[in-house]
Nanobody
Framework: QVQLVESGGGLVQAGGSLRLSCAAS????????VNWYREVQAPGKQRELV?????????HYANSVKGRFTISRDYAKNTAYLQMNSLKPEDTAVYYC???????????WGQGTQVTVSS
């Protein structure tokens, strides 16, 4: 059974840092690209892709987080991370990790973790 367990969210003041983790089990982690999305809890708001990591050299960020967020993955631990620095109130959202198979249309989602940045 595939499981993605997220952790690391919380309340932080503007300018602070948080590190989100996404621990995967039940899959061959190497065969998946990892994405971090966020979703603002407001009517009409869509889930926004924040960062993606395929192989270690294949990394992409949304313009809104470039230079502040860093995505990484630890193959030995089957875990992906999102280091978030210089946080802003507009970063407040529920953050989700997803794993996309490189060999099939499969996608798995984590349960989400709330990040709240106070001004």
């Amino acid at each position: 059974q595939v499981q993605l367990v997220e952790s690391g969210g919380g309340l932080v003041q503007a300018g602070g840092s948080l590190r989100l983790s996404c621990a995967a089990s039940g899959i061959i982690f190497n065969n998946y690209d990892v994405n971090w999305y966020r979703e603002v809890q407001a009517p009409g708001k869509q889930r926004e892709l924040v960062a993606t990591i395929g192989s270690s050299s294949n990394i992409h960020y949304a313009n809104s987080v470039k230079g502040r967020f860093t995505i990484s993955r630890d193959y030995a631990k089957n875990t992906a991370y999102l280091q978030m620095n210089s946080l802003k109130p507009e970063d407040t959202a529920v953050y989700y990790c997803s794993l996309d198979s490189r060999t099939s249309p499969l996608r798995y989602w984590g349960q989400g973790t709330q990040v709240t940045v106070s001004s």
